[in-house]
């Protein structure tokens, strides 16, 4: 189920993102990126809608999921 960001407290979407950003590890190019700009990145992903918040019911939990990879299949929408 996708979670719209104005549904979420700021301090709890920012812990989110800061959370998803931590644990993944992704690779920003060739230049080092500091947490607060990945953290403000993500956060313009999700207000352009190039990115969701997604809530699993099975696992109970939030994640970030990219529209290209958003599995409409499984009743996330």
Known sequence: M???IQDVGQETL???IEA????EGTEYGEHDVGL???VQQVLTQLKSGEAFLVYSEL???V???AKGHLRTD???R
């Open 74 to 76: 499984e009743g996330d």
């Open 36 to 38: 607060a700009e990945k």
């Open 20 to 23: 998803f950003v931590l644990q």
């Open 14 to 16: 920012m812990n989110i």
């Open 2 to 4: 996708i979670i719209p």
């Open 59 to 61: 696992h109970e939990t």
């Open 63 to 65: 994640n970030i999921v």
